[in-house]
């Protein structure tokens, strides 16, 4: 029965099947391991960064700690100490303070 099918196929499909299928296995698992989180981390953080609000505490790239004091299209004006004011690229606010105290 499997010579028939062999040699109506050509013999080749099976082998080749089960030569490609752990390379598609490998994918599958970069795939659920490795892709699918780092993209839903990313939307997180771009949510993140598209509500921040005056008040809110956050930490910056550079690991500077401070509270948002104004919100533009593509910076952030934080506050890190008593009258000192910086103003951030969004890009550059990773968390805010409540995520860093935890780890």
Same mark, same amino acid.
């Given at each position: 029965?499997? /010579?028939?099918?062999? #040699?109506?196929? =050509?013999?080749? /499909?099976?082998?080749?099947?089960?030569?490609?299928? *752990?390379?598609?296995?490998?994918?599958?698992?970069? &795939?659920?391991?490795?892709?699918? *989180? #780092?993209?839903?981390?990313? @939307?997180?953080?771009?949510? &993140?960064? +598209?509500?921040?609000? @005056? =008040?809110? @505490?956050?930490?910056?790239?550079?690991?500077? &700690?401070?509270? %948002?004091? +104004?919100? @533009?299209? /593509? &910076?952030?004006? %934080?506050?890190?100490?008593?009258?000192?004011?910086?103003?951030?690229?969004?890009?550059?606010?990773?968390?805010?303070?409540?995520?860093?105290?935890?780890?």
């Amino acid at each position: 029965m499997m /010579s028939l099918f062999l #040699q109506a196929t =050509g013999g080749e /499909s099976p082998g080749m099947l089960m030569q490609l299928l *752990p390379f598609i296995l490998i994918i599958v698992v970069f &795939y659920f391991f490795m892709i699918r *989180p #780092q993209v839903k981390r990313q @939307k997180e953080l771009r949510k &993140y960064r +598209e509500n921040l609000k @005056k =008040g809110d @505490k956050v930490v910056t790239t550079g690991g500077i &700690y401070g509270r %948002v004091t +104004e919100v @533009k299209d /593509s &910076y952030v004006v %934080v506050e890190i100490a008593s009258d000192v004011n910086i103003k951030v690229d969004k890009a550059g606010i990773i968390m805010d303070m409540s995520d860093a105290v935890k780890k």
